[in-house]
C-alpha cells in the first residue's frame, strides 16, 4: 500500500472517477480490448542500476508516508479523545465510512493539502476530501476536521475548498458536505449537519438544495448563547436557539431530522439514490499488465529521472500492457498511442527525452485525434531540462521553430473538450505544453519522487552566481570612481 500512488490501481481510479460524469467520452462497447500489440519493456531486476534506483524509490515513499501519517493525525490524540469522549462525535473518516459503499476503495484528494505551512500545521487543510461511490453513484464528498482547531478555516483550506469545488463541476459529482464547522457559502447539493455551524458556517447548509441534521449534536445559528445573552440578556440553550427540532418543526431550514449520526448517513445515502443519476456500471473483463507495476519502483531512476524510458512505464499501466503507438519514428521525443484502462479506451502522451518541433507537432496531432474521437488523455510528464542556444543563426531558427510547433500543441490541448488526467512521474520543470494545472486538467496527480519548478536548481544558482559577479563588479567600480583621484584626474 505504501507505493500505490505510484502504480496502475491509483491511475484506474481516476479514470473511474472522470468516466461516472463524462460517459459520452468513457463508453463501453462490445469492442475488443485485446487489439493492440503487447510491448516489449523488460528489466533487469538483478543489475545494480535496479537495486539503486529502487533504493531510493523506498526511501522517497518513507517519506512521503511520514508526511501521511501527519496529515492522518488531524489535531492529534488529545483533541481526537476531547471530540470522541466529551463532544460524543464520530471523527471525520467514521463519517465518511457510514456514507460510501466502500470507503477502502475510496480517492482522497490532496493529503497533503496544508502540512508545514508558513501559519502553523494544518493537517489535510483541515477538511477530508474523498470520491467514492454511494449506492453505486460517485460523489465528491468533503468533512470537516473538527480536531483541528475546532475546524477553523484558513488559506489554504479555503484553496482546497475551491480546488475541491472545481474538479466536482469538472465532473459532474454530487458535492456533498459533512458540516461541523464555520465557513463560507458551497455551491453544494447536500449538507449534513454533525456539530455547531456558527456564523458564516450557518449559510452552508441553508444554501444547499438538501440538508439532514443530528438531534443534540447539529446547530445552526448566526449567534450562539453567548451572544443572546451579551445582547439581549437571555439564557438560552445552543439547541434551544438553532437544533434539530427548532429547525425541521418550527423554522422549516432543514429537511431531515436524524436521531444519531448513524441515522444521518442513512438517510445521505437514500439521499443520493433520489440525484437521479444512473449508478456507473462496474466492469470485471479487464486485463492485467503482462508486467509488475511495482517494477516501477526500480524504473524511476535516482539521477537524471529525465531519462526514464516511457514505453517501461505504459507497458505497467495499461491493460495488458497492450498500446498501440501513434507516429512511432516521428518526434520520438513524445510517445503517443492509445491503450486501454480498465477496459476504458484513452489516449496516452508522454514525454520521452527532448522535446523538439517534429514532437510538438506530433503531440497537437494526437491531441486533435483524441479529440475528434471523444477519447479521454493521460498525460504522462517527465520533461527534460533544455538549454537554447541562441549563438548562431541556425540556433535561433532551430528555436522558433520548436516554440511555434509547442505553441500549436499548447493551443490544441486547451481548446480539447476530452477529460485530461496529468500525472507528473519524473520532472516538471519549465513544462508548458504538456496540460499542467494552468491548463485546468480534471485532475493532476503527482509521483512522490517528481520534481516541480521553474527552473532546474543547478540553474537557479548559476545565475544568481553570474548575477554576483556582476554585481561585485559594479561595486568595485562605484569604490574606484568614489577615490579622490579618479576625481583630480578628470578635474
Given at each position: 500500500m505504501l507505493h500505490k500512488v505510484l502504480i496502475r490501481q491509483n491511475i484506474q481510479k481516476l479514470i473511474c472517477n472522470v468516466s461516472s460524469s463524462s460517459s459520452r467520452h468513457f463508453t463501453r462497447d462490445p469492442r475488443p480490448t485485446k487489439v493492440f500489440p503487447v510491448l516489449t519493456a523488460s528489466v533487469d531486476t538483478l543489475s545494480s542500476e535496479y537495486s539503486e534506483n529502487l533504493s531510493l524509490s523506498h526511501s522517497v515513499i518513507t517519506n512521503y508516508k511520514q508526511f501521511l501519517d501527519v496529515a492522518r493525525a488531524g489535531g492529534g490524540s488529545k483533541a481526537m479523545k476531547r471530540h470522541i469522549v466529551h463532544n460524543k462525535k464520530l471523527l471525520v473518516w467514521e463519517r465518511m465510512k457510514l456514507l460510501f459503499d466502500n470507503y477502502e476503495s475510496v480517492l482522497e484528494v490532496a493529503p497533503l493539502a496544508g502540512t508545514n505551512m508558513a501559519y502553523g500545521n494544518l493537517p489535510r487543510a483541515g477538511i477530508l476530501a474523498a470520491i467514492g461511490t454511494i449506492h453505486g453513484i460517485y460523489c465528491m464528498v468533503i468533512g470537516n476536521d473538527a480536531t483541528l482547531h475546532a475546524g477553523t478555516m484558513y488559506p489554504i483550506t479555503v484553496k482546497k475548498q475551491l480546488r475541491l469545488q472545481d474538479i466536482a463541476r469538472?465532473?459532474?459529482?454530487?458535492?456533498?458536505?459533512?458540516?461541523?464547522?464555520?465557513?463560507?457559502?458551497?455551491?453544494?447539493?447536500l449538507a449534513i449537519v454533525c456539530g455547531s455551524c456558527t456564523a458564516g458556517g450557518?449559510?452552508?447548509?441553508?444554501?444547499?438544495?438538501?440538508?439532514?441534521?443530528?438531534?443534540?449534536?447539529?446547530?445552526?445559528?448566526?449567534?450562539?448563547?453567548p451572544l443572546v445573552k451579551a445582547a439581549l440578556g437571555e439564557v438560552v440553550s445552543a439547541e434551544q436557539l438553532g437544533g434539530a427540532t427548532l429547525h425541521c418543526s418550527v423554522s422549516g431550514c432543514t429537511d431531515h431530522f436524524a436521531d444519531t449520526e448513524e441515522n444521518a448517513f442513512a438517510i445521505a445515502r437514500d439521499a443520493v439514490t433520489a440525484f437521479n443519476i444512473k449508478p456507473l456500471s462496474t466492469f470485471q473483463d479487464s486485463d492485467e499488465p503482462v508486467y509488475d507495476p511495482d517494477e516501477?519502483?526500480?524504473?524511476?531512476?535516482?539521477?537524471?529521472?529525465?531519462?526514464?524510458?516511457?514505453?517501461?512505464?505504459?507497458?505497467?499501466?495499461?491493460?495488458?500492457?497492450?498500446?498501440?503507438?501513434?507516429?512511432?519514428?516521428?518526434?520520438k521525443g513524445?510517445?503517443?498511442?492509445?491503450?486501454?484502462?480498465?477496459?476504458?479506451?484513452?489516449?496516452?502522451?508522454?514525454?520521452?527525452?527532448?522535446?523538439?518541433?517534429?514532437?510538438?507537432?506530433?503531440?497537437?496531432?494526437?491531441?486533435?485525434?483524441?479529440?475528434?474521437?471523444?477519447?479521454?488523455?493521460?498525460?504522462l510528464q517527465n520533461t527534460t531540462p533544455q538549454h537554447l542556444s541562441t549563438s548562431t543563426y541556425?540556433?535561433?531558427?532551430?528555436?522558433?521553430?520548436?516554440?511555434?510547433?509547442?505553441?500549436?500543441?499548447?493551443?490544441?490541448?486547451?481548446?480539447?473538450?476530452?477529460?485530461?488526467?496529468?500525472?507528473?512521474?519524473?520532472?516538471?520543470?519549465?513544462?508548458?505544453?504538456?496540460?499542467?494545472?494552468?491548463?485546468?486538467?480534471?485532475?493532476?496527480?503527482?509521483?512522490?519522487?517528481?520534481?516541480?519548478?521553474?527552473?532546474?536548481?543547478?540553474?537557479?544558482?548559476?545565475?544568481?552566481?553570474?548575477?554576483?559577479?556582476?554585481?561585485?563588479?559594479?561595486?568595485?567600480q562605484y569604490r574606484q570612481k568614489g577615490t579622490t583621484n579618479y576625481s583630480v584626474i578628470r578635474m
Open positions: 469538472q465532473n459532474n459529482l454530487p458535492f456533498i458536505v459533512i458540516v461541523d464547522s464555520a465557513g463560507a457559502f458551497l455551491p453544494l447539493q450557518a449559510y452552508v447548509p441553508m444554501m444547499t438544495q438538501e440538508n439532514i441534521i443530528v438531534h443534540k449534536i447539529g446547530t445552526i445559528f448566526l449567534g450562539g448563547p516501477l519502483l526500480g524504473i524511476i531512476p535516482c539521477k537524471d529521472q529525465h531519462t526514464m524510458d516511457a514505453h517501461k512505464v505504459i507497458a505497467r499501466l495499461v491493460d495488458g500492457s497492450r498500446f498501440q503507438e501513434f507516429k512511432t519514428t516521428y518526434g513524445l510517445v503517443t498511442g492509445f491503450a486501454f484502462l480498465q477496459g476504458h479506451l484513452v489516449g496516452i502522451v508522454a514525454d520521452n527525452g527532448t522535446t523538439t518541433a517534429s514532437s510538438a507537432i506530433k503531440g497537437a496531432h494526437f491531441v486533435q485525434l483524441c479529440d475528434q474521437r471523444q477519447i479521454p488523455i493521460i498525460f541556425e540556433d535561433a531558427t532551430n528555436n522558433g521553430a520548436k516554440l511555434k510547433a509547442e505553441s500549436k500543441m499548447m493551443s490544441v490541448i486547451a481548446c480539447s473538450t476530452v477529460p485530461k488526467i496529468t500525472v507528473i512521474i519524473g520532472n516538471s520543470i519549465g513544462s508548458y505544453s504538456m496540460c499542467p494545472r494552468s491548463f485546468s486538467p480534471n485532475f493532476l496527480f503527482t509521483w512522490p519522487n517528481a520534481q516541480i519548478a521553474m527552473e532546474k536548481p543547478d540553474d537557479i544558482v548559476n545565475v544568481i552566481l553570474e548575477i554576483l559577479a556582476q554585481c561585485l563588479e559594479i561595486v568595485n
